[in-house]
């Protein structure tokens, strides 16, 4: 059954809009669950993450709690973090390494990868309960690109290689940064609320418009620093360089913009000090031997923001962020954020990486508050939705030719793709 | 002539200093309390997850050596940290001071906090953690030659950000 549509795409009059319903409404978050966070791919940790058999790392996933694991023998397993006797929490541990989870209520026990292995007094059933029945329950699909492991809950979807579409270039382009292929997660998690809708996020990654309003400290910042942030000499830029916003189908999309930052790989800025200038010379021979010197531009030279519908993003900018966040009710989100790194990159290449991370991203960052309080305030005002109702969202679409990544074709992107999925007639 | 005994450091001495500092920081004077830093100074919020990692391996929520401190104040003084615009209310209970350690003219020491932050709309924030500072004599006094904000919620969560100096 069709409903309403969410929004306005009026391609004749250059038009779109959204209604603010959506950003508000727990009956709509209710119908997103299910038919978005219930049908998408959804991610749930990196490869690196669990480096040994037996290693696990205990999370919520859409609001799941979920046990991401390897068993004794390396495989990769995601299991729903529920007792099937009575419905505990059978690993309560944030990460470490078993060959058991055992749940403290009556003792049920599981192996790492899933088996139903022990249940206290077993003879009571006398013979009826089929342990092979009970071992942890899982999503219906769980699999891999390149490390990245995704969840599905819909049996019947699309393999993630060919969900991810035009997306797993833009992840190869991140992945090239290591010599070896090999991409890790860095220790250490942030993990915070924002008092917004989890929407508001994925359009926040990608909104290339806003970094002169809300991020003019960070500018000065980067000013402050001896790096030179020429004003736009092109007509319709708003920032210092040309970027553009790419939709990659599916629902994905990213930015891919000529870099002015600074990137830890092979772009120095006088941020990372004098003596690292030999080190990044270095790291841009290695990418232009094994890369050739094209694909070397792309990689050390541009800087992407990537939206994975619905909720994964990867910033290769300043640093690598991988970025997930969840909705907790209609006005609150919960946010995770990692850095990645090549698996084999140097000690003063990594702090580099870390420290570049941190002069934009995080809780602390220079940047990355003032987008928790822009978001903030758009939740607050939109308490006017009822009387102000649609978001304008037109911006670059009377226009011809390439989007730019401060146009908003790429959050439109997204809306539609949304809409769809949610059941709603254009 | 004799050697004067080196001075002996009191526990009153060091809460006064916290003391001073705190009120310097809730009442955004932010450019006193940088008067307070040595000249090589960091400060550092590890990640909730990893309260004893080392900066340079690890992702934290701040790590910043002296110069990015003063990145810091000045964005922070600076009425487009939108974040911190208008101003949070800070209130800083510091407590359980503990002086563990003398090496020199440097002291090390613990101490207990819980900064309450209001923004506007009752958005009230409650950091519980521990301080730890190596602080350093100079003249009467102390400099902080490095400071340490450990948080103790398991995830940063509802508190949101730490746009302001912990």
């Known amino acids: ?426 | 002539m004799t050697m004067a005994a080196p001075k002996v450091v009191t526990r009153a001495e060091v809460e006064d200093f916290l003391y001073h500092e705190a009120a310097l920081l809730d009442d955004w004077k932010l450019n006193e309390w940088e008067a307070l830093l040595t000249d090589d100074a960091t400060y550092y919020v590890p990640p909730n997850d990893q309260l004893e990692g080392d900066h340079r391996s690890t992702l934290f929520l701040v790590a910043d050596d002296r110069e990015r401190i003063r990145q810091r104040i000045i964005r922070i003084n600076d009425p487009n940290c939108h974040a911190e615009y208008p101003k949070s209310r800070t209130r800083r209970m510091i407590s359980n001071v503990r002086i563990v350690g003398v090496e020199g003219d440097l002291v090390k020491v613990a101490a207990n906090f819980v900064c309450y932050r209001y923004r506007r709309y009752e958005r009230i924030r409650e950091y519980v953690g521990a301080y730890r500072y190596i602080l350093k004599r100079a003249g009467d006094g102390f400099r902080i030659k490095e400071r340490r904000v450990l948080i103790d919620a398991h995830e940063l969560g509802s508190l949101g950000s730490v746009s302001f100096i912990l």
């Open chain 1, 1 to 426: 059954m069709s409903v309403r549509s969410y929004i306005v795409d009026d391609r004749e009059r250059k038009t779109f809009l959204l209604d603010r319903e959506v950003l508000v409404s727990d009956e709509i978050l209710r119908k997103e669950m299910a038919q978005i966070f219930g049908r998408c791919w959804i991610y749930v940790g990196h490869s690196s993450e669990l480096k040994k058999p037996g290693d696990f790392r205990s999370r919520k996933v859409a609001g799941r709690p979920v046990i991401f694991c390897r068993d004794q023998g390396g495989q990769f397993h995601c299991l729903f973090n529920t007792c099937r006797h009575r419905g505990a929490i059978v690993c309560t541990e944030r990460e470490g390494n078993r060959r058991r989870f055992q749940c403290i209520y009556h003792g049920w026990t599981y192996g790492n990868d899933g088996r139903l292995v022990g249940v206290p007094g077993d003879d009571a059933y006398a013979g009826s309960l089929d342990k092979s029945a009970y071992g942890l329950r899982r999503p219906a699909r769980f699999e891999e690109y390149r490390g990245f492991w995704f969840m599905c809950l819909d049996e019947d979807a699309d393999p993630l290689v060919d969900y991810l579409a035009g997306a797993k270039d833009y992840i190869d382009l991140v992945i090239d940064q290591s010599p070896s292929g090999r991409m890790e997660i860095i220790a250490g998690v942030q993990e915070y609320d924002v008092a917004a809708n989890w929407k508001l996020m994925v359009e926040n990654s990608v909104d290339d418009y806003h970094l002169p309003s809300t991020h003019s400290t960070w500018l000065n910042f980067m000013a402050n620093s001896g790096v030179k942030i020429e004003p736009p000499k092109e007509e319709g830029l708003v920032l210092p360089t040309r970027g553009k916003a790419v939709e990659l189908g599916n629902g994905h999309f990213t930015t891919d913009n000529v870099n002015f930052r600074g990137r830890p790989v092979a772009k120095w800025i006088p941020i990372y000090g004098e003596a690292a200038k030999a080190e990044i010379d270095d790291i841009r021979r290695e990418l232009v031997t094994r890369l050739g010197a094209e694909r070397a531009t792309r990689v050390a030279d541009t800087n992407r923001n990537l939206v994975i519908f619905p909720n994964l993003v990867i910033n290769d900018g300043s640093s690598v962020t991988v970025r997930t966040f969840y909705p907790e009710g209609a006005g609150k989100m919960h946010v995770t954020a990692w850095a990645l790194g090549p698996l084999e990159e140097g000690e003063s290449a990594r702090a580099r990486r870390l420290d570049a991370f941190l002069t934009f991203y995080g809780p602390g960052g220079f940047a990355t508050p003032d987008d928790v309080e822009a978001l903030e305030l758009v939740q607050q005002g939109l308490a006017n939705w009822a009387e102000d109702r649609w978001s304008e969202m037109s911006r670059g679409m009377g226009k011809d030719g390439e989007q730019l990544n401060s146009d908003e074709h790429h959050l439109r992107i997204f809306w539609r793709r949304w809409n769809e999925l949610m059941g709603a007639q254009a």
